[in-house]
Every structure is written in C-alpha cells, then in structure tokens.
Nanobody, 121 residues
C-alpha cells in the first residue's frame, strides 16, 4: 500500500509564494519519478513539474521560471516552491509518484488526494 500525503496548499495573494510538499510512504522498492500536476475547474490536468530518480527536472511552460521542484535526501519527499503566483495558478495540485515494486519490475503511477491552491486578493 502506498500513501502520498500532500500539504502546503492554501490561499495566497497574487505575487506571493507557496511551498507544497508530498511525502511518499509504503512498501515500494524505489521511486522512479515524483511529479506535480494541477487541475483547474473546467480544464484538463496538466504537468507542473517533475523530478526523476537521477535528479533531472522539467517544468510545464506555465510555471517555468517561477517554480522549483526538489526532493529530500531520502528521495521520498518532493517539494514544489512556487513564486510570483498568479490567479491562473489557482487549481488543485496533485502529487504523482512513479513507483517500482520490485527490482527490474515495471513502474506504476500513484496519486495523492490533491491540495487546493487559490491565488486571489
């Protein structure tokens, strides 16, 4: 069983900052990648940022230059630092983990429950 526990969402004023966290726990063998997605009302879920096992990162165009994804030394917790927030960043942010259950086995995606980020004055 896997748990992805997200925290850090909330209400922030335009131009402000937020730091989201997601801690992965369970009996998995390894984490191939940790990602943040978001979904605004009436829109499709989109990739915000990702960090893979080797530490390489990539960002969605909408947050590039304003956000930083990182992880702790153990590699089980991922953070998303978001700066210069805009009203259009308002969405539910979901943590996603690509987990491998055995050495050499396939990787499977798991999702957190989501955390609301609202950017409004």
């Amino acid at each position: 069983q896997v748990q992805l526990v997200e925290s850090g969402g909330g209400l922030v004023q335009p131009g402000g900052s937020l730091r989201l966290s997601c801690a992965a726990s369970g009996n998995f063998f390894s984490i191939d990648a940790l990602r943040w997605y978001r979904q605004a009302p009436g829109k499709e879920r989109e990739l915000v940022a990702a960090i893979n096992k080797g530490g390489s990162t990539n960002y969605g165009d909408s947050v590039k230059g304003r956000s930083t994804i990182s992880r702790d030394n153990a590699g089980n917790t991922v953070y998303l630092q978001m700066n210069s927030l805009k009203p259009e960043d308002t969405a539910v942010y979901y943590c996603n983990a690509a987990l491998r259950w055995t050495s050499g086995g396939s990787s499977y995606d798991h999702w957190g429950q989501g955390t609301q980020v609202t950017v409004s004055s």
